[in-house]
């Protein structure tokens, strides 16, 4: 068995993927879950139960994050994808 082949190899690559799906989903959940915690509180103390309150600044806020961070997530997101593809002729020996 080639040693590409075997299943740590496998979980390796899992593992990275998974690295890859946090560094890029984290510039947008991290700052939305504190906006949706510090509007939360707003919404409790003013007891103000509009769901529009809470929706359109996180919405502005995932627009503006990948504003910012769109295209460092692209580039990591392809920058593993050509990995991943250069590694196929090592998996299929």
């Known amino acids: 068995m080639n040693s590409a082949a075997s299943p740590d190899y496998f979980i390796g ?4 993927a ?4 946090a560094l890029c989903a984290s ?4 700052p939305t879950l504190v906006a949706g915690i ?3 509180m707003v919404q409790a103390a003013t007891s103000i139960n509009e769901a529009t309150l809470s929706f359109v600044p ?5 627009g503006f994050c990948l504003i ?4 460092a997530m692209l580039g990591l997101l ?3 994808t050509r990995d991943m593809f250069a ?5 299929v020996r």
Do not use: C, N, T
Request: glycine share 10%; no cysteine; charged share 10%.
């Open 58 to 62: 996180k919405l502005i806020l995932i």
């Open 68 to 71: 910012l961070f769109g295209s």
């Open 38 to 40: 510090i509007l939360g």
């Open 27 to 30: 510039p947008i959940l991290i």
């Open 18 to 21: 998974l690295w890859v799906l």
């Open 87 to 91: 590694r196929i002729p090592d998996v």
């Open 13 to 16: 690559v899992a593992q990275q």
């Open 78 to 80: 392809g920058d593993f």
